[in-house]
């Protein structure tokens, strides 16, 4: 499998394509990561040092893929964080390219735009970028809950309304939609779940929840689900696969004390995940 992966980078720590990359070449992905930023560190710690790369460099980049003639080879196209406004035209386009050499290719967007405890920590136009141009071109969107509620102008919390605002994303255009935190108030105290929809139906999986905020835990998440799921075409499976892994991950950097992802020390549960979640179908 090729992943074309097109995001943010970091030198310290792990998130974007430094978060993404190594899970998937340790799961068998060829992976080949194109960089919108260029940072020291990621941008929680309120200082770093590093270029956003302007637009027209990342389609140099995407451009010069594309001359390896290796574009029919892409099973998917991947994206996060959308540092500036321009990006997203480049990314819609290398998307329509790379599909016109493979259309079996899907692209898969992680919809970054915030939570429901920070808010949006995007710039203005990126959220409206994302609803009305990025997101309708997208075959997989991995929003948490706030970003779904967003997208859909909703405020999903039971499941049977964030089902509601699943099947509003999948009107926009995505045919298959990765909510990757589900908070509602009747779950068990102490959990928290993950719910995925496609045409064939529609499942949750519930985790105890870890006392922690992990920076690039959705990018990994955003990352396997997509592998395991062009590989597999089963939801299901994907989604035991990828909340198996990304759980012992965080428990593992949760042990460590680090405030990093273990992104190297977790390797192994990417490779083999023990499968120790079982997603229920609730539709």
């Not at 255009?173 to 993950?194: H, K, N």
Request: hydrophobic share 45%; glycine share 8%.
């Amino acid at each position: 499998m090729k992943i074309l992966s097109i995001q943010s980078a970091v030198a310290y720590g792990h998130v974007g394509n430094s978060a993404a990359v190594f899970p998937l070449q340790r799961i068998g992905v060829e992976v080949l990561p194109v960089y919108t930023v260029n940072f020291s560190n990621h941008t929680g710690y309120g200082a770093w040092r590093g270029p956003l790369i302007d637009p027209n460099d990342v389609r140099e980049v995407i451009t010069g893929i594309e001359e390896r003639g290796v574009f029919g080879e892409i099973d998917a196209v991947l994206s996060g964080y959308q540092g500036g406004e321009g990006i997203g035209d480049v990314i819609i386009d290398a998307v329509a390219r790379v599909k016109a050499a493979n259309p079996e290719a899907v692209y898969a967007c992680d919809p970054v735009m915030g939570n429901a405890k920070s808010g949006c920590f995007v710039a203005p136009a990126i959220p409206v970028l994302l609803r009305e141009k990025v997101v309708p071109a997208a075959d997989i969107i991995t929003p948490n809950q706030f970003e779904l509620g967003f997208l859909t102008d909703t405020e999903p919390d039971t499941l049977e309304s964030t089902l509601a605002s699943v099947d509003l994303a999948m009107a926009m255009g995505p045919r298959t939609v990765l909510v990757t935190s589900v908070e509602r108030p009747d779950r068990e105290e102490g959990t928290i779940e993950m719910l995925v929809a496609d045409p064939n139906g529609a499942w949750i999986v519930q985790t105890p929840r870890l006392p922690m905020k992990a920076n690039g835990s959705g990018d990994v998440t955003a990352a396997l689900f997509t592998a395991h799921y062009v590989e597999t075409g089963d939801a299901k499976t994907a989604l035991e696969r990828t909340a198996s892994s990304v759980f012992d991950l965080l428990a593992a950097t949760l042990e460590s004390g680090a405030r990093e992802l273990q992104l190297v020390e977790a390797q192994e549960f990417y490779a083999n995940p023990r499968m120790q979640f079982t997603a229920r179908q609730v539709r």
